[in-house]
């Protein structure tokens, strides 16, 4: 599925529309440069599973992961750009729950976890800068 967004509306109309799709097991993968919108996306994907439009949802940049726990059971957020080795994925528990929903940016620092995605989205800035482009893939 490939769609343009306009502004942050829109990239929070997808994250409620992913939400409703999502369930436990699922993996799903955040792709996109810096400032693409994995965080905002992310954001609005745990704030439905968790019921709460206002839920603080911090970027996990420097604690790498942050756990959610929501009606829609355990929600991992995480953030692999500051992984130093792709062998301390392990460490993080990403894959350890099989019924949690995970959501993972920059997941290409560990390529077990790219293996692992049920759900792959490419967020991209596109030329002139205005909106975003989204490609959704479910593997
Ligand atoms: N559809 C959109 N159009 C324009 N700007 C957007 C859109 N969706 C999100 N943004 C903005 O883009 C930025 C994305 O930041 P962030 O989610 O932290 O990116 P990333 O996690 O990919 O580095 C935010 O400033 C957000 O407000
Ligand atoms: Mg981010």
């Avoid at 436990?24 to 968790?50: C, N, S, Y």
Wanted: aromatic residues 4%; proline residues 9%.
């Amino acid at each position: 599925m490939e769609r343009f967004l306009p502004d942050d509306a829109a990239t929070a109309a997808l994250g409620a529309e992913l939400a409703a799709s999502l369930k436990g097991g699922d993996i799903v993968v955040l792709q996109g440069d810096l400032g693409a919108g994995k965080t905002a996306l992310a954001r609005a994907i745990i704030r439905i599973l968790a019921g709460d439009p206002a839920l603080e949802v911090p970027s996990p940049t420097f604690a790498l992961i942050q756990p959610y726990d929501t009606p829609r059971g355990p929600v991992l957020h995480a953030d692999l750009y500051r992984l130093g080795d792709p062998r301390e994925v392990d460490e993080l528990g990403l894959l350890d729950n099989p019924g949690a929903i995970v959501l993972v940016e920059w997941a290409e620092r560990a390529p077990e976890l790219v293996e692992a995605a049920t759900v792959t989205v490419h967020l991209a800035i596109p030329p002139g800068g205005v909106g975003r482009q989204v490609l959704i893939e479910r593997n």
